[in-house]
């Protein structure tokens, strides 16, 4: 029973974070892509972690390790973006005004986000992926198995930025910890 509640969590992230996708790239246009260059550091950071997860993924895809693929992606989903970058970008994607700078970053990174997410998924939640794929290109009929990865950019490698980001993010798991324990006490 354990087993099967701790697969059927780790499902429900993963469909939770392509349905967030899903939902926030409503009427996205490529009109509204930002450049990496323009983007903030935040966005500029999960595009690192994508450089990151494409060379991993495809090292493992070559040696048939799928469990590996499938915990990395996991953990990516739900600690990484759930956790972390879409609870700091949902204000923006859902109050700025459409055209802000932010918003239009975070569509961005989410439009990519999306099409990495569902290539690397598809060999391992088939149904999942190709669901997600056809909601997102409607009409469309190429299945999302019939993709190759998408190519990463090595110009999102920036490993001083993940350095900077690392500690941003321990010093939040700690503020963090600490509030909970605040709010626990009343």
Not at 14 to 30: I, P, V
Not at 46 to 62: E, F, G, K, P, Y
Not at 132 to 138: D, Q
Request: proline share 4%; net charge negative; glycine share 2%.
């Amino acid at each position: 029973d354990e087993i099967l509640r701790y697969q059927a969590d780790s499902y429900r992230r993963l469909r939770n974070t392509l349905r967030f996708l899903l939902g926030n790239l409503e009427g996205f246009d490529a009109s509204e892509r930002v450049a990496p260059t323009e983007m903030p550091e935040l966005e500029r950071w999960v595009l690192h972690r994508l450089w990151q997860l494409d060379r991993d993924i495809r090292t493992w895809s070559d040696d048939f390790e799928f469990h590996a693929i499938f915990t990395a992606l996991h953990n990516f989903c739900a600690v990484e973006l759930s956790a972390f970058y879409f609870d700091i970008r949902k204000d923006s994607l859902y109050c700025d005004q459409p055209d802000s700078p932010t918003r239009r970053a975070a569509r961005t990174v989410l439009d990519r986000l999306f099409d990495c997410l569902t290539a690397w998924l598809a060999p391992i939640l088939c149904f999942t992926a190709e669901e997600a794929w056809l909601i997102r290109n409607p009409g469309d009929d190429e299945s999302v198995h019939f993709r190759d990865f998408p190519s990463v950019p090595e110009a999102w490698q920036d490993d001083a930025l993940a350095a900077k980001w690392e500690t941003v993010r321990k010093l939040r798991r700690a503020i963090t910890g600490a509030l909970e324990v605040e709010r626990a006490e009343k």
